[in-house]
C-alpha cells in the first residue's frame, strides 16, 4: 500500500502552516512534504513533526526570489555561489527534520543552451556529493512547460539520462505523475522503466491538478502498480483541493494510517 505524504504547501489551507501538520496527522497521514520551511524556525517545524507522529517525506531546497518568479539556482551558470547558499540554508531544516531526501530544482534556463546544460551537472554534483555527507539524497524534477514556461528541467528523459550517466548513489529522480502525463504520457510504461531511479513521487488530478480522484488517469490503477513495483518510498500529495480539504479525501479512505 502506497505511503501518502500530505502536501502542506497545498492542501490544509484553511488553517496557518504549523497548525497543518495536526490537520493532516488528524486525516489519517502519517508522512508530509511541503515545499519551503524557510519561513519558520526549524525547530518549530521538528516540533510539529513530533508532537503529531508525522515522518518528513520531502522538502526543497531554497529557490530564490520566488514572488520574483525564481525556481532555483541549479542551471544558472552565473548563481553557483547562491545554490551552495541554499545547501547550507536547508543544512538545519533538514536535521530539524529528519528528512531523507531534499529537492534541488533547476531554475529557468534553456535547456539548448550548453552553459546552462554544464552548470545543472555541476550543481547536481556538487549538491550530492555535499548532501551524501550528511546521508541525504537528492532529487530532480522534470515539471512541465504550461505550469512553469522556461523551466530548465522539462524533460523526464533528460532527467533519466544524466542519473544514470552521473552514477551518485544519491541522486535519484522526483517523478511527478502530473508532469509525466502532460509532457510525456504513457506514465505507467515510464514508472516501470524508471523505478530504480526514483526517489519521490506525486500525484494530482489531471489536467486540473485537484485529488487524483478522476478526470485522465486512473490512479487506483496506478498504486496498484506502485505496489507490484515494489515501489517503497512516499507519494506526495501535491494538488490542491477543489473546496475544503477533508471534504476531498474519499479518495484517501483505505491508504489512511498506513505504515512503511
Ligand atoms: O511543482 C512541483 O511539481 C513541485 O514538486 C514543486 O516542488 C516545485 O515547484
Ligand atoms: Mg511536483
Aim: with cysteine; net charge negative.
Amino acid at each position: 500500500m502506497p505511503r501518502f505524504a500530505a502536501n502542506l504547501t497545498m492542501m490544509f489551507n484553511e488553517v496557518p502552516f504549523l497548525d497543518r501538520f495536526e490537520a493532516a496527522a488528524k486525516a489519517g497521514f502519517t508522512a508530509v512534504e511541503f515545499l519551503f520551511p524557510y519561513d519558520f524556525p526549524a525547530d518549530a517545524i521538528g516540533e510539529r513533526l513530533r508532537g503529531n507522529g508525522l515522518t518528513q517525506a520531502l522538502f526543497n531546497l531554497p529557490p530564490g526570489n520566488w514572488e520574483a518568479g525564481e525556481k532555483g539556482f541549479a542551471a544558472l551558470p552565473d548563481r553557483f555561489g547562491d545554490l551552495q547558499d541554499s545547501v547550507r540554508t536547508a543544512l538545519p531544516y533538514a536535521q530539524a527534520t529528519g528528512v531523507k531526501r531534499l529537492h534541488l530544482m533547476a531554475g529557468i534556463a534553456d535547456r539548448r543552451d550548453p552553459q546552462a546544460e554544464a552548470a545543472f551537472t555541476r550543481s547536481v554534483v556538487w549538491t550530492a556529493e555535499f548532501l551524501m555527507a550528511h546521508g541525504l539524497d537528492v532529487v530532480i524534477e522534470p515539471i512541465n512547460p504550461r505550469n512553469v514556461p522556461g523551466y530548465f528541467l522539462n524533460d523526464f528523459n533528460f532527467a533519466r539520462d544524466l542519473i544514470v550517466e552521473l552514477e551518485i548513489p544519491n541522486l535519484k529522480l522526483q517523478f511527478d505523475i502530473y508532469h509525466c502525463q502532460i509532457i510525456h504520457g504513457d506514465v505507467t510504461m515510464r514508472l516501470r522503466e524508471m523505478m530504480p531511479i526514483i526517489g519521490h513521487i506525486q500525484i494530482a488530478s489531471i489536467p486540473s491538478r485537484h485529488e487524483p480522484d478522476g478526470e485522465e488517469l486512473n490512479y487506483p490503477f496506478l498504486f496498484k502498480e506502485l505496489d507490484r513495483l515494489g515501489y517503497g518510498g512516499f507519494v506526495g500529495c501535491e494538488y490542491n483541493p477543489r473546496g475544503k480539504t477533508t471534504d476531498g479525501l474519499a479518495w484517501f479512505k483505505p491508504y489512511a494510517g498506513a505504515k512503511p
